[in-house]
């Protein structure tokens, strides 16, 4: 998945003037902020990290910036390793989250920082024609200039001698642009910077920033957690989830073929469902054989997006499928409907509204159906049998039937195992490969004898179902299942696996 | 007899809306009476008491001549320039060292959980004349006592009133916005012009903060100057001291105590510059 490069227009030139090498970031206790991301941006391009907070996004940003050494791999910039060299030295100019402008400095002098402290070899030539090399510094004329044209650009003409506490939060971040900006930095970084921003003035700054990088042809690097943002602004976009890149692809790509069920979840709203592809363009879901335009293995689970835009709703038995509309709400431009059939539920998007209650059916056509790989197909482990012929393995201790692990063997009364073939195996500290199917785990509130325990870190709804991951402290191990009930985010809870549902394999053979 | 006082049938909390919606029976300005009486029993009264003897002479009436006793006076005179020197060199050395210390504690991964930052403020918890006994003995034993008095006075009021410099330092730096740093490193500047054209600047009322809190008590803390100087030193606290008890010339020094007060308020104004530029960043 991190080493997909797949990109599909040639509006910027090929030059790549950043590369990621098998970049990580591993922070004290062990946990990968940034795991392994390969990735190259070209000149003069607009591309964002997106993805929802703690994905990594920073993290990347800042070791290209020069804030964050990378635990390993390597950043090229043209082509040339600066992984160390500090940030004073790298031609790329950052625009901070909180804006950073020096409270002690007057705008002109928070702006004119950078171009103070540049340094010129300039080179002279004297009347017997010998070159002379000086290093200089610009001229405070040339200061001003700069700093007034800069100004001028982000629309604050006037304002060199205020102070920077007398600024609002929309005139700070267009001060903070204009003091990355006139150092004409070769790369422009840019850390949520419309996060701390009112609604509208988010939406006019979004289209300025887009215009100024139309103009300046520098390369902008930005990293937000809002989707349409990215969708808005940006030439490519990155999308990551706990350090890992899911997807990288033009905004167009990334709605319209998501990889995988998180990036549909992430981006856009969708209807995702579990289905099985039945061969000959039809895949099955919501109790029907839908036509589509992917082409998955025969029998193969996918996952199924289709967006709430591309529902059509009809009258009852007139499209693929009936159901019966359960809520409906107007959002302004359309209503949002939600409509139930068996134990599934869409949600449509429609300028005509339907009542609560009516009977309706659905029509999807076949090139809004899109198909992904399942990301989980069930759980894989690593573990051991303990003395009392229970398995750790996740973080937890679960009972488990060790028996199985040889065929027709039993148990003796002192725990050890007597096999088929009448010999007796001590299993205690053995390895085994734990697998535990998607609808095997159950969680609860209550502490719990044998099992594990973590938060829920994701809840992604597939139509008729949640598919839940909750994660261990100590070793951040995944528990990922299937449920109808209704958890929350950041909810603590005990998974607990029944015991027949744990399938134990033995790594390898157990001396005798 | 209760049922003669009592009349009170049922008892039901007023909610909001309700007559006596206060939590507190008192209003914020009764509060406020406990300290203001205190405040005018041994602050103001004081204060008034002090500027009514430094105008009178031993019968009670208004005259000058405390002050131009004072001011023509060359022993008070160079008291009074030797407590000032005296202060400003433990001053500037309390910087000097303050500084560094506070950069790291406030920077460095060694300080978690304050535990660094403790040792260097845990002598404030010890009584005072014991510390500065402790440390007369230390200078003793290392040799460096009896080189100088004034050397060893300066090194006295350092070593008791350096937390007071680092203290309110370290708040200012830990409170100091890290991008700050970052937004310098990334427009070009190295760390020695970040910390010159940055964190210096910022943490400008911090250092104001701390000159307040170690440059006036320097002043009149002559048991410091008493422990250290071998007796040979008299700084101006230890002048009003005498007039009071060895003389009983309050008049006298009541007037100096008004020199001292006008000393210090001086003092205020020039450091409460430093503070005004970021009132925000506060410190101490």
Redesign the interface.
Known sequence: MANQRIRRDAVMSDEKIIQLVDLCRCFDGGVYAVDNVNLYVRKGEFITFLGPSGCGKTTTLRMIAGFDKPTSGKILLNGKDISNLPPNKRPINTVFQRYALFPHLNIYDNIAFGLKLKKFKVTYENDQGHRIEKIEKLKKSEIAAKVEKVLKMVDLEGFEKRSVSTLSGGQQQRVAIARALVNEPEILLLDEPLGALDLKMRKDMQLELKEMHRKLGITFIYVTHDQEEALTMSDTIVVMKDGVIQQIGTPTDIYNEPKNAFVADFIGESNIFSGTYIGGGKVRFLGHAFECVDNFEVNEKVDVVVRPEDVVIKDRDEGQVNGKIISSIFKGVHYEMVMQTGKSEIVIQSTVERKVGEEVSVYIAPDSIHLMHKEFVSNKYEGYITKHNTVCFGDGEFECDVTKLYPNSILDEEGYIITQEGERIDLTDVDVNVEVGLKDIEISDHEVEYGAVGNIVSIIYKGDHYQIIVRTDENEEDFVFDTEDTWNENDRVYVIIPKEKIKLSLKEEVKR | MQNANSKRVSCEPLGIGGQKAKFSPFSRKQLCIPYGVFLACFVVIPLLLIVFYSFTDKNGNISLDNFIRFFSSATTLSTVIISILIALATTIICILLAYPVAYVLANSKLNKGGTLLMLFIMPMWINFVLRAMAMKDLLTLTGIFGVNNYLNVIIGMVYDYLPFMILPIYTVLIKM?K??I?????????PL?TFT??TL??SLSGIASGVTMVFMPTMTCYVISDTFGNGLITIIGKLIDEQFTTFQNWNLGSAMAMVLLVIMLVSMWVTGGFKN??E??GSL
Request: proline share 5%; hydrophobic share 30%; glycine share 4%.
């Open positions: 916005d991008s700050l970052e937004a310098s490193q990334d427009l070009g500047a190295s012009k054209k940055v600047p910022l530029q970021d925000k960043e």
